[in-house]
């Protein structure tokens, strides 16, 4: 790991071909950012992503990635984890990736608690399959697939992580480039999982949570003397719903990892070129 | 045939069944005799029909047979389930005191012994001992010295303290006493023990034990009959070496993970039986695509569906060996016997590693449950080798990467196997996807890389079939005009049925296949035979088809496969070339 890193050297040589003026292009520089911050090197990072745009995030970054199968990141990302401790490990989705299909494996990540980061896009729409309803699309936002609505409360994924166990839930804005760095670098810093929901406005198929929608109506919590150590004044912001918060929400600082629990601290990639030396005893087990 | 016993204690799911057998089953492996088990069970926990049986003999055995020597009878129904195996002479051993065994009959030419279970246990410290009772009693009539049990008393309840372990050996001795004092007949069995020291494990144990073994070090599953064995098994032992076994919440996340720590470079695997396959199949894909190498164990049950989730069949293979979308490269190994599913397991990391593929390890629930002794020299660890492919590290790394510094993970080399840097080499960053990508794994639709990333990939296999020996094993005689082919658990059962047959006049080569993909050339072997038949536990014969079709004569083939389907100008010259045996250009005439 060397000192000398900057945001960019996360960078591939790849143009990305999000649309312009897509979110997530913010909301990638802010991943890049905190990675560099908080010390990290593109050789001791892996990053994870599901299907959809913002699965297109590990073509565009620099690090050991791997862009896997729809909504299945976040398993992949406690494997690599596990399997070597050393490493950073990041996961990016969107909110179809991560609250549709990937619903279940979200709520078991977090209670597994595994040190890494959980950055989700959500732009409340599916953009990759041109503009259908997604898990937090609003109740009567019309889509091809949805004529009127989708007709059911939207997705609440703070509130799903919080009722799940979480220690660190965020949301960001992926347009305030400093804030929303800092914030993932909190999540990066954090001892266990780190999760962060982004803003990550869809300037093609979604013209109701807008860039303009959100700057009007986001509130800093920074500026709201809200204490995220304080799990029932969390609880209260996220089940109120009334409001899009953009900082951290909650964050347990006794939060052990996981992994740590469970004694796992050696990189498995490194195994002798044969048994184990006392692996007779295994035989003699069956006695 | 070998002079053999065979002995069965059956009842109610919940009664101890499977513990009795298993302290029975350890005796007489420690005693040096060689033992087969095998296990009737139905899908539920408590209640409903069970049973352990037990076949023991001083030679080897390699099957169940349907004879029953001696029953330890705990419900009525025990009997009835076992009058077909039941002979005249067989001794059936239950609690005529117990109410609801009051009215049973034993059936002519049997012999009953009504020994007093529950009392008897009581007497010793508990009726909970009434099964330890009983195995006292059959010691007596096997003239098996009771002292051979005392070991696995030890064993099954030394946590529970030295009363308990003492209770239970009292409990064994007043059952044996009560045949001695009670009964007076001669039961012509006398069990002659040996200075042979065997281990006794089933399928499943081998699996996990021949994981570890081979350096794995990653497990992550979902429970599932009849492979969760192997998830217990390594539980608490891979984590003695630096291993984590982890259980997901469901299938999809069990690959995902193992796929995820195949990636940093721990040796990883996963077990399942076929419905969990069915949810693992989107991700097998991505193994395949992204070249992790990862062991994906199915220990196969009745299908489809849930089917008979307790119940034997191989039902699997034609998924095992085409299941996904699109086109997989993959090996497929098929274990045949209990010790053979340690060192295929073995193998399978070596294939998954050499070739950065997935390997489906494909065993069956006979397999998982059987438990057989073997000398444990079989599992002799120095024997295990491992090699881990093409792995650089960071001195070598400098020689993959292009001309901008980028490794090249997917490099299209001429055996089809690319380098690989775990994650935490310097300069080895590179990712990977699903999509199909270019030698750096970054994603392309461009028409000659899709070609060479495909080409790339099967040609793995065709270095592994060069490279590797897909041998088989073969019983019997060898000159013989007919020729039995099976594959998988069928090998044991099948070897002894060549003593039968042998009696009754007919000269048979048996061939037993462990591996499905590659596969052995058998084509000389069938051509040289008058009958050939494929023995196996499915319904349509899914084996019997692929060895069929290999020796069959090959249609010539036109293939296109870069993403743009056929012009008629261009499949034109492709047929005109097929046939004049023209250099065929994008035509892939699959070379044999």
């Known amino acids: ?287 | 045939m070998p002079e053999d016993l065979n002995w069965a204690i059956g009842g109610e799911a919940g009664d101890g069944i499977d513990s009795t057998g298993k302290i029975f089953a350890q005796a007489l492996s420690r005693a040096g005799r060689h033992v087969f088990t095998s296990k009737d069970f139905a899908s539920r926990i408590r209640g409903g029909y069970t049973a352990y049986k037990v076949r023991t003999s001083v030679d080897r055995v390699e099957s169940v047979v349907d004879r029953l020597d001696i029953l330890i009878a705990l419900t009525e129904r025990t009997i009835d389930e076992n009058m077909d195996e039941l002979h005249e002479g067989s001794v059936i051993i239950y609690d005529g005191e117990r109410s609801t065994m009051q009215d049973v009959e034993v059936p002519d030419g049997m012999i009953g012994l009504s020994v007093p279970l529950q009392r008897l246990a009581e007497d010793a410290g508990g009726a909970i001992m009434a099964n330890v009772v009983a195995l006292g009693a059959a010691c007596e009539v096997a003239q098996f010295p009771i002292e051979n049990l005392d070991e696995s008393l030890n064993k099954r309840f030394g946590d529970k303290g030295e009363a308990i372990v003492e209770n239970n050996k009292e409990a064994a001795r007043l059952g044996q006493q009560h045949v001695q004092e009670e009964y007076d007949h001669d039961f012509d069995y006398d069990i002659e023990t040996t200075d042979e020291d065997y281990v006794l494990l089933n399928g499943d144990e081998a699996i996990g034990m021949g994981a570890i073994a081979a350096g794995c070090r990653f497990y992550s599953g979902y429970p599932i009959t009849p492979a969760t064995d192997v998830m217990e098994y390594m539980t608490g032992r891979v984590e003695q070496y630096g291993g984590k076994v982890v259980q997901a919440e469901d299938e999809l996340s069990a690959i995902n993970m193992a796929l995820g720590a195949a990636r940093a470079g721990a040796r990883a695997m996963t077990a399942t039986s076929g419905p969990g396959i069915d949810l693992m199949t989107e991700t097998f894909g991505l193994v395949a695509t992204t070249e992790t190498p990862l062991v994906i164990c199915d220990v196969m049950r009745s299908g489809p569906s849930t089917g008979m989730p307790t119940k034997q069949e191989q039902g699997d293979l034609n998924m095992t060996l085409y299941g996904g979308h699109g086109e997989i490269p993959r090996f497929v190994v098929a274990p045949t016997s209990v010790s053979e599913c340690f060192w295929k397991t073995v193998e399978a990391f070596n294939y998954a590693e050499k070739y950065q593929t997935p390997v489906y390890l494909v065993s069956d629930l006979a397999l998982a449950v059987t438990e057989q002794t073997f000398p444990p020299e079989v599992f002799d660890m120095d024997e295990v080798e491992i090699d881990r492919g093409k792995v650089v590290d960071e001195d070598e790394v400098d020689s993959w990467l292009d001309e901008r510094g980028r490794f090249q993970a997917h490099f299209p080399s001429a055996d089809g196997v690319s380098p690989r840097a775990f994650p935490g080499t310097t300069d080895g960053a590179h990712m990977t996807t699903g999509l199909e990508h270019d030698e750096l794994g970054r994603r392309t639709e461009e028409e000659a890389v899709r070609l060479e990333q495909v080409e790339k990939r099967q040609r793995k296999v065709e270095t592994a079939k060069e490279q590797e020996e897909w041998d088989y094993r073969e019983f019997g005689d060898s000159e013989a005009d007919t020729l039995v082919i099976s594959w998988g658990s069928n090998e044991g059962a099948m070897r002894e049925a060549l003593g039968f047959l042998e009696e009754r006049g007919h000269d048979v080569r048996f061939i037993s296949v462990p591996y499905i993909f590659p596969r052995p050339d058998l084509s000389a072997e069938i051509e040289a035979a008058d009958d050939v038949i494929v023995v196996e536990c499915n319904a349509t014969g899914q084996f019997a088809d692929v060895i069929e079709h290999d020796v069959l004569e090959r249609v010539q083939r036109v293939n296109k496969y870069n993403g743009v389907r056929f012009k008629a100008d261009e499949l034109a010259t492709e047929i005109e070339n097929t046939l004049t045996g023209a250099d065929a250009g994008a035509t892939e005439v699959e070379a044999e």
């Open chain 1, 1 to 287: 790991m060397s000192s000398d890193v900057r945001f960019t050297d996360f960078k591939s040589d790849k143009q990305p071909t999000w649309c312009p003026g897509c979110g997530d292009f913010g909301t990638m520089n802010g991943m890049m950012k905190a990675l560099a911050e908080t010390g990290n090197d593109p050789d001791n990072t892996f990053v994870v992503a599901g299907i959809g745009c913002s699965g297109k995030i590990g073509t565009y970054m620099h690090s050991y990635a791997l862009h896997g199968v729809h909504g299945r990141a976040l398993p992949v990302g406690i494997g690599v984890k596990l399997a070597n401790p050393n490493l950073e490990v990041m996961v990016a989705g969107g909110d179809g990736d991560g609250y549709s299909i990937g619903a279940g494996h979200f709520v078991h990540a977090v209670r597994r608690n595994v040190d890494m980061s959980y950055v989700v896009m959500d732009n409340r729409i599916y953009g990759l399959t041109k503009g259908q309803a997604s898990p937090t699309s609003r109740q009567d936002f019309e889509t091809s697939t949805t004529p009127e609505g989708p007709q059911m409360p939207p997705v609440n994924p703070l509130a799903l992580a919080l009722a799940s166990g979480a220690t660190f839930i965020a949301q960001s804005f992926s347009s305030d480039a400093q804030r929303h760095a800092e914030i993932i670098q909190k999540a990066v810093e954090h001892d266990g999982f780190g999760f962060v929901n982004t803003y990550s406005p869809c300037v093609t198929f979604n013209d109701v949570d807008t860039y303009d929608y959100f700057r009007d109506s986001i509130v800093d919590l920074d500026e709201e003397d809200h204490d995220p150590h304080d799990r029932e004044a969390a609880k209260q912001k996220i089940l109120e719903g009334d409001k899009e918060y953009m900082g951290v929400i909650y964050q347990d600082d006794d939060s052990v990892p996981w992994e740590k629990r469970e004694g796992i601290d050696q990189d498995m990639s490194d195994i002798p070129d044969g048994a184990p030396e006392d692996a007779m005893d295994l035989v003699r087990e069956f006695y």
